[in-house]
């Protein structure tokens, strides 16, 4: 009923060659030089780059624990191990790195290569009182692998990138069993010889693991319909303080409130996760994409509410707003940009792309030229320069430029207010900060029946030394405005410890008590990842 | 940006002609001279009819507790109001009805009108250490409406029949803010006006409510996609002994654990649901039915595969096999029969439907000749009778037959071994307990990508007086057998508490100390619906 698969030589993407204190591959950061060229298009950015520093010659805090000898060959405290696991890549995360403060490091790195590794190191970690951050590939945003704690005796950086596997493929079912530290790329290479994908593509899709995108519910490849890692997973494992939570594989079930979904978004604080059974896609076959241009943004939103409530379910679907779309290259006079795509394994696509190009025409867009099923030039562009935008966001930081991105998702009758309200309150936050306008960008990444999940990108100069500072200023008043007009802090980056203060407006108290409840019951040590979306407690 | 909606009269299917001992109105039932006839269909039944006892006439366990003065006027402890809350409607309800055995009726009916009034019933009842069973229409089949301790003073079943209106509409986002008791027919009368629909229709439509579908995550009209309520909650508002829960209105959130799927599944245990923004649909003016007929079951199984992995997301997917399509009268060669159904509310569906067929004709289906876009014969004939047949089954009782519908979910990969063992093992134990084979038939009611929801229908004729006994004795046999091929439980009627045991094995323990630890922090005083999903505790 289900092939083993085929041996997998070495995971992709998870080589020495990723960047401690920024983004992605080494290779792939921007030269000084290149630095220096991108921060004279931000008025008021540094003249020359913030240097990288060697990270052989920082300090690091002492090591305060050493792991058994039965664990030892499972840790690390070499420096690089260290440093690289002290932050994710949030821009607050980078700027601290490139200043050299380690001061958060963790004690230990432990890589753990089977399952019960895992168990071992939690079982040694509560009885010793020792914090353990669960780290996928550290792509998070949101402070959600760094300890901010002083509660316990030590903390140790748990990478489950050993565990990168396919393991188990169920052609007839279309799913497969995958370790949590599979990574993007590796993970659809073992599927590919199969005819399968899990089609899951974040903008860290290079650099994050399934066990990450499960424990964030991270936002995918897909713009409408299966918009959240959540709805692929068939059944997880999940190894807690009080044992795994082993799901059973099913379809669909009404079986008590799903067990799944209480482990989806508990971002390590509830167990780590080690497998799941995820629903795969057939490569699809059939493709056509086309963008849209609209002279009016809110035009542009009407077309996209239209289609987000037409029932076609285009694969994407992803609007930018005038600067966002300027920026990117694919607009030049103003205009909106809507890139439509649909796909499917087994039919033609043209009739449903035709529908959908009925429907933005019906609220005044223009569809470019080449409708030929072909991705046209526009998709194109703008998908590179998605997965080039990381990497430009270090860069900006080199030259002093704060940079901050955020999501929310609200109701369609909302989203207008919101797109106006928090651009201008923003802008006047940002002159406040930084003492220039700014820019203020955004995009629709996914879109729903009932609302659509805004994308803002901020950009302004900032001034040496004061970058996080003003970064936080900025981030905790875009959080206050979108709570005024009741969207979310996070549709797809997580909580972690830098959205806590919205999260807990947020989050319905009763809730708050079942989880908490649920925490002591699952993790009475209080061991995993604590500070993230509950106060970390006293250890016992 | 939310209209008021326009005043609601009366709510229909609510009013007092409901049986109080079997399944929906009074006048719908089958007469003593139906229900010999349909006994002549079972051979082995009895030759008359049990007698329905009149309410007046039977024996109700002295009433323990009174409400205060403040909640007196909310409460009743009529004898028809004590026992048409004694039970819910599966088999064994019907018949120990029908014996007069009323011994588990709660002392007190509650019937608030308002939030507030939930809220005063649940803080005397946890002072007072009185037990309360949430019921919305008392439709379930699976003992979640009765209570079976005797730990409580007392028990209160808390009827939410009057909260039945839609509060709010918001057109732009789609949405509506309903209450929880609110019924199937008077919930979509009151959208009909806004040309919207909730489009959510459980067999028990007519009599189970909004609260009740999202307090046991009900399956719907859809077959596909959005077969099951959770999909379609945008927030809900759940009365907890510990303070109200509400969740923002949102379209898509990765806010830690989704708050709303704790509540959702958890059967009046950690709640109480008085209202939801509910995710709504536009009337599909498009539609298209059409009926397949196979020779070979398991060829119609790879089909219904096909579909369901074909990203076609048909609206209706039923494929009875030979036995239930010869029950239904919609083959009569032993065909199984595919009922396929498309719709749209802005687009014409016919390509759909032909894309639909062609994947049906791949596996060597027949499509019946009417495939004019217009529901054809098979379809109505099969819906007509899908809705008479909660009578049918009453009436089967009162002949003493022995009738058992239990639906589960599993991969598609175990399905074939499932439908032939599960058939073959539950015919021995049917032959066991009855002296007859029986007839064991199976639909499946929703397809996924990765497996079915096979629902199976067992009749076979029983002793008089020893109904319930066989009925038990079938039933956990069934569960044994799903459990061993890795089956669910539940699909769709829930846990409640006659499906304890096999839920009690399928869950995961970890997330099972979570639950009660949930459990224990919401609920302290363990009032609420005690037994169902978790063992009732001491009251405190």
Redesign the interface.
């Known amino acids: 009923?289900?092939d083993s698969t085929t041996p997998y030589p070495s995971p992709p993407g998870s080589s020495a060659d990723r960047s401690w204190w920024g983004w992605g591959a080494v290779d792939k950061a921007l030269s000084d030089a290149e630095c220096a060229a991108l921060g004279q298009l931000v008025p008021g950015a540094a003249d020359t780059p913030l240097p990288v520093p060697d990270v052989s010659g920082l300090a690091l805090p002492e090591v305060r624990v050493e792991p058994p000898h039965s664990l030892a060959s499972l840790m690390s405290a070499e420096p690089l191990d260290r440093a690289s696991h002290t932050y994710g890549k949030a821009y607050r995360d980078v700027i601290r790195a490139l200043d050299g403060d380690l001061a958060a490091a963790p004690d230990q790195v432990a890589r753990p290569r089977t399952e019960r590794h895992v168990v071992d190191i939690l079982d040694w970690a509560a009885d010793a009182g020792v914090a353990v951050i669960p780290y996928g590939a550290g792509s998070s945003v949101v402070g959600g692998v760094e300890c901010r704690t002083d509660l316990h005796r030590g903390v140790v950086s748990m990478d489950l990138s050993a565990l990168d596997r396919v393991l188990e493929i169920?052609r007839?079912?279309?799913?497969a069993r995958i370790q949590a530290g599979a990574l993007g790329p590796g993970l659809e290479a073992q599927l590919r010889p199969h005819g399968l994908t899990l089609r899951h593509f974040p903008q860290s899709f290079e650099f994050s693991t399934l066990g990450g995108w499960l424990a964030?519910?991270?936002?995918g490849h897909y713009a409408t319909?299966y918009?959240?890692i959540d709805d692929l997973v068939?059944s997880m494992r999940?190894v807690?303080p009080?044992?795994?939570?082993?799901?059973?594989?099913?379809?669909?079930?009404?079986?008590?409130?799903?067990?799944d979904?209480?482990?989806?978004?508990?971002?390590g604080t509830?167990?780590v996760i080690t497998e799941a059974w995820m629903?795969l896609q057939?490569r699809p076959r059939h493709k056509a994409s086309v963008t849209v241009l609209f002279d009016d943004v809110h035009a542009a939103m009407d077309a996209v509410?239209a289609v987000a409530?037409?029932?076609?379910?285009p694969a994407n679907c992803r609007l930018l707003d005038p600067g966002e779309a300027g920026l990117a290259g694919v607009a030049r006079n103003g205009e909106s940009v809507l890139v439509l795509g649909v796909e499917?394994?087994?039919?033609p696509v043209d009739?449903r792309m035709a529908?959908l190009l009925t429907l933005a025409r019906d609220h005044g867009g223009s569809p470019t030229p080449t409708e030929t099923g072909i991705a046209d030039t526009g998709a194109d562009t703008w998908r590179t320069a998605f997965l080039r935008m990381p990497y430009l966001r270090d860069a900006l930081a080199r030259m002093s430029v704060v940079t901050e991105t955020f999501e929310t998702?609200?109701?369609?009758?909302?989203t207008p207010e919101l797109y106006e309200n928090l651009r201008r309150q923003l802008a006047g936050v940002v002159k406040e900060v930084t003492g220039t306008a700014g820019t203020i960008n955004c995009r629709f990444t996914?879109v729903?029946?009932?609302?659509?999940?805004p994308y803002f990108t901020v950009i302004a100069p900032g001034r040496r030394g004061s970058e996080v500072a003003m970064w936080d200023e900025i981030k905790s008043a875009a959080m206050e405005i979108l709570h005024d007009h009741?969207?979310?802090?996070?549709?797809?980056?997580?909580?972690g410890r830098d959205?806590r203060p919205g999260?807990d407006r947020?989050?319905?108290?009763?809730?708050a008590?079942?989880?908490?409840?649920?925490k002591?019951?699952?993790d009475p040590a209080g061991i995993l990842n604590p500070g993230v979306?509950i106060d970390p407690a006293p250890v016992g």
Do not use: I, K
């Not at 964030?216 to 936002?219: E, F, H, Q």
């Not at 998702?409 to 909302?414: G, K, L, P």
């Not at 009741?486 to 909580?495: E, L, Q």
């Open positions: 009923m289900a169920d007839v079912s279309r799913a964030t519910r991270a936002g319909l918009t959240h068939e999940v807690t009080a044992g795994v939570n082993e799901s059973l594989r099913l379809p669909g079930s009404g079986a008590g409130p799903s067990p979904r209480l482990f989806l978004g508990s971002e509830l167990g629903r057939e509410r409530q037409s029932g076609l379910h499917s394994a087994h039919f009739g529908e998702a609200c109701t369609w009758a909302r996914h729903y029946p009932d609302g659509p999940a009741g969207a979310t802090v996070t549709h797809h980056h997580a909580v959205h999260y947020q989050r319905p108290e009763p809730f008590l079942a989880l908490r409840a649920a002591r019951a699952l979306l």
